[in-house]
C-alpha cells in the first residue's frame, strides 16, 4: 500500500503532559536558572558570571526540551482558490464613445482585458477569475462580446452588482477582491453618492473593490434634465415647469428652450451657458385652459458633434381638472326660479359665479336716445361675451332675450356659438322672454341648441315624463337607481307650464310633456347633446324652481331640485365620473423600449359595467397625425379591460378609445401618453469619477482611469490554507545526541563551579 504524500509540516509537542503541568515545570526551570544566577552574583570576574550564566540557561533549555517532546508533523494540504470577480458595466451609457470619435466604452474595456488576459493567468496558482457583465444581472462574459454586443441595460446599478458578486461567494470559495469596470454612471443606490446606507452597505462587503473609470469628461453634449412638475395642474390657473438644461462643451452660447404642448408652442426662453461644464435652470409659467390629461415637451436644439441627441427633449403628461367651475348666469328678468338656481349655484362651493340681471326686453322703449343712460354701470357685453368669454366653464341664460340695439348682436352670437363649438357648455332655460318672443333676435345662436322653437309657451300645469333615455342618463339620475330615479320624479310637483320646442336631429330627450305633440312627438322639456367638443343643455321652462320647494316642504331628503342642477352642471363640464367609457393610460408616461398600457372602463347608459362590452383602443401619434397600432378586446364583469401596445417610438400620444355592447354604442374616451426619448441610463453622458473613488476607498480598493497598459496591481485577500488529507508525527526529542547534549551542558556547570570554588 503506498503511504500518502506529504506536502507540508509543522513543529508541534508531543509531550503526554497537559499544559498546566508544563507550565508548572517551566516556571520551575525558570526558578532553578534564577537561583543559580542569584548564587554567583558577587563573583568578581565577569567572564566567569557569563559563562555559569550561560551553562544553567543551556542546560535548562535542554530540559525543556526533553518536556516537551518536539516532535515534526507531516502534512497533507491544499490551497483553496479564492474568487476575483471582474464586474463589467453593461448598461446602455457604455455605447457612449470613450473619447470624442474614439470607439465605445465597452470596446475600450474588452481591449484592456484583452491585454490583462496574462496577468489573469498568472493568477491561476491563487485564484480563479470570474468575468461578469453587469445587465443588470451577473452573467459571464468574454472580451469578445463585449466589443461586439451593444450594451444594453436600462439602469446603471453598481451596489446591487456588487452585493451579488459578493453572495455568490458565501461557499468554499471565497472572495478576494472585485474589478469594477465602468464610467460611474449609477442611477440607482448611489445616485447620489456613496453615503448614508449605501456608504454601509459598501463597507459591509468586506473584500477590496479596484474601480476602473472608463471614458471622458470632455464630451460635448446637451441634455433636458431635473424635470419638476406636478402630477395635475387646475384648468386657468397659472403652473410652473422646472427644468435644468445641462450643457456640456457650449461655454458662451445661447441655447433655446422650447415647452410645447402637442406640437403647439405653449413658451420658450434663451439661456447662456457660461462654462464649459454648465447647469442652468429655466422655469416656464403657463395657463392650462382645457380640462384632459396632455403631453408637454420641452425641446433643446441638436447641435453637431453632441454625444447623444435623444436627450435634447423630455417629454410628460400633465392632468389638467378643475378647480371650481366657473359659471356665467346671464337673466332676462327676476323670477322665483331664477331666485332658487341662483342661490343654489352661490352655496356650492365648488361654484364661482358670476351673474347678471337685464331687465328689459327688445320690445322695451326705454324713452332715451343713449341706451348707457339706462344703468348706473352700463353692462359689459364686449368684456363678457368677447374677451373673458372663454374663461367660462358653464354660461348660463335665463328667461334672457336681450340684445343692445347699440352693439351688433350677431358677433356676440357668432361668440357663444364658438364657444359652445370649442368645448365651452351652455344651458337655455325658459321662460316668456326666451324661445318665444326672443328667440328670433338669436338665430346662431340657436343653431348651437339641441331644440328649436315650435310655437307659443304652453301655460296648462304637467307632470314631466322621463323618457328611457331620461331614466338611464346622469343629468336626470336624481335616485339611486332607475326605478328609485322614476319614482323620485313622479313624488314631484306639476310644471306650472312650459316652451314649445322641437328636438334636432341628434339631440337626447330627457323630459317631455305628457299631453303635449310637436310633430306627433312629445314636446320636450329637458334635452341636451354634443356640439362639437362643447355641451348645450335646453329646459323648456322657468319652473323647476317648484322641485325644490316641494322637496323641502316637507322635509324630504332627497333634495331632488340640487341632485338635478348639480348632474347637469357635471354632465356639461364633462365630469370623469359620468362619463361610460373611462380611459386611462397605464403609465401615463412610458419609458424607451417599454410597452403602452391602457385601462378602459366601460358602462352601460345607467352607469352600470359593460360585461362583454367590445372595446377598440388606437393608439395615435401626436407628432405625425396618424395612427401608430391598434387594440382591441372583451370588458370583463366589471366592465374594466386592460390592453397593451407594442413598444412604439417616442413621442406623445393619444389613446382613442370606443366600446360597444351588441348594437349600443357606449360613447368614446381618449387619455394622453409621453413614451420618452431616453430613460434615465441615456440621459447623462457624463461620467463620474468622483463615485468610483468613494467605492475604492470605502472597500479598501484602489481607484484608476483605466490604463492603457497591463493589469495594475490590485489590492486583493490571500486565499487560506485547508488540511485536506492525512497527518503524520515524527519525534525529534528521542535522539541520542539531545540527550549527551543536556548531560554534557549539566556537567560542564558542575565542573566549571567546582573550579571556581562554588561546589
Known sequence: MNSPSFNAWKLVSLSPLPVWALVLLAVGL?????????????????????????????????????????????????????????????????????EPGGPTRSAQVAAFLEKAAPTFASWQDRFTVE??????????????????????????????????????????????????????????????????????????????????????????????????????????????????????????????VVLSQEGKTVANKLVRMTTADDVKPVSFTFTPDQTGRFVYTVTVPTFPDEAVSENNSRSFTLKV????????????????????????????ANVDLVSFYILRTLSDDPGVTNERELSLIPFPMEEIFDTKLHTFDVVIFQNFGYS??????????????????EGGAFVMIGGDSVLGEGRASMPTLMEALPVEAAGPANPEPFKPRLTPEGLRHPVTSIGTGAASTEGTWGELAPIPGANLTRARQGATVLMDHPFVTVDGKNAPLVSVWDYGRGRAMVVATDATWSWAFTAHRDGSPNRAYDRFWGNALRWLVRDPDLT????????????????????????????????????????????????????????????????????????????????????????????????????????????????????????????????????????????????????????????????????????????????????
Open 30 to 98: 525558570v526558578a532553578g536558572i534564577a537561583l543559580a544566577a542569584w548564587g554567583v552574583r558577587r563573583e568578581p570576574s565577569r567572564g566567569r558570571r557569563l559563562l555559569l550564566w550561560g551553562l544553567r540557561l543551556g542546560a535548562g533549555l535542554a530540559a525543556f526540551f526533553f518536556l516537551l517532546e518536539p516532535g515534526i508533523r507531516h502534512l497533507q494540504v491544499a490551497r483553496m482558490k479564492n474568487r476575483v470577480a471582474v464586474l463589467v458595466d453593461r448598461s446602455a451609457s457604455m455605447n457612449f464613445p470613450s
Open 131 to 256: 468575468v461578469y457583465g453587469v445587465d443588470p444581472e451577473l452573467a459571464p462574459v468574454t472580451p469578445a462580446q463585449l466589443g461586439s454586443e451593444p450594451a444594453r441595460a436600462g439602469t446603471t446599478d453598481l451596489l446591487a452588482a456588487l452585493r451579488s458578486a459578493s453572495a455568490a461567494g458565501q461557499g468554499s470559495r471565497k472572495l478576494s477582491g472585485v474589478l469594477l469596470f465602468s464610467d460611474g454612471a449609477d442611477n440607482a443606490e448611489l445616485k447620489a453618492g456613496a453615503v448614508g446606507r449605501a456608504r454601509a452597505a459598501l463597507a459591509d462587503l468586506g473584500v477590496p473593490v479596484s474601480t476602473f473609470l472608463v471614458g471622458q469628461e470632455a464630451l460635448k453634449d446637451l441634455a433636458v434634465e431635473g424635470l419638476k412638475v406636478d402630477d395635475f395642474a387646475f384648468v386657468r390657473n397659472s403652473l410652473t415647469v422646472e427644468v435644468e438644461i445641462h450643457g456640456r462643451g457650449f461655454a458662451g452660447q445661447d441655447i433655446p
Open 321 to 348: 381638472i378643475r378647480d371650481r367651475v366657473r359659471v356665467l348666469l346671464v337673466v332676462g328678468r327676476p323670477s322665483w326660479d331664477e331666485r332658487f338656481l341662483r342661490g343654489l349655484l352661490k352655496q356650492d
Open 404 to 421: 343692445d340695439p347699440s352693439l351688433s348682436i350677431a358677433e356676440y352670437e357668432r361668440n357663444l356659438e364658438r364657444y359652445i363649438h
Open 580 to 759: 361610460t367609457l373611462k380611459v386611462t393610460a397605464d403609465p401615463p408616461s412610458v419609458e424607451p423600449g417599454r410597452p403602452v398600457g391602457v385601462v378602459v372602463q366601460a358602462r352601460m347608459a345607467d352607469y352600470q359595467p359593460a360585461q362583454d362590452a367590445q372595446v377598440r383602443v388606437e393608439l395615435f401619434s401626436v407628432a405625425t397625425q396618424k395612427p401608430v397600432a391598434v387594440q382591441t378586446g372583451a370588458t370583463g364583469a366589471d366592465g374594466v379591460v386592460r390592453l397593451e401596445f407594442a413598444p412604439p417610438a417616442p413621442g406623445p400620444y393619444k389613446l382613442l378609445a370606443s366600446a360597444k355592447k351588441g348594437e349600443t354604442d357606449l360613447g368614446k374616451g381618449e387619455d394622453a401618453v409621453a413614451v420618452r426619448a431616453v430613460g434615465p441610463e441615456l440621459s447623462d453622458a457624463s461620467v463620474r469619477p468622483q463615485l468610483m473613488e468613494q467605492i475604492a476607498s470605502i472597500t479598501e480598493g484602489k481607484a484608476y482611469k483605466l490604463p492603457q497598459d497591463g493589469m495594475p496591481d490590485v489590492p486583493l485577500l490571500d486565499p487560506p490554507v485547508v488540511e485536506v488529507g492525512r497527518a503524520k508525527d515524527q519525534p525529534l526529542w528521542d535522539r541520542w545526541y539531545y540527550l549527551v547534549a543536556l548531560i554534557a551542558l549539566l556537567g560542564a556547570e558542575w565542573f566549571a563551579r567546582r573550579r571556581f570554588g562554588y561546589v
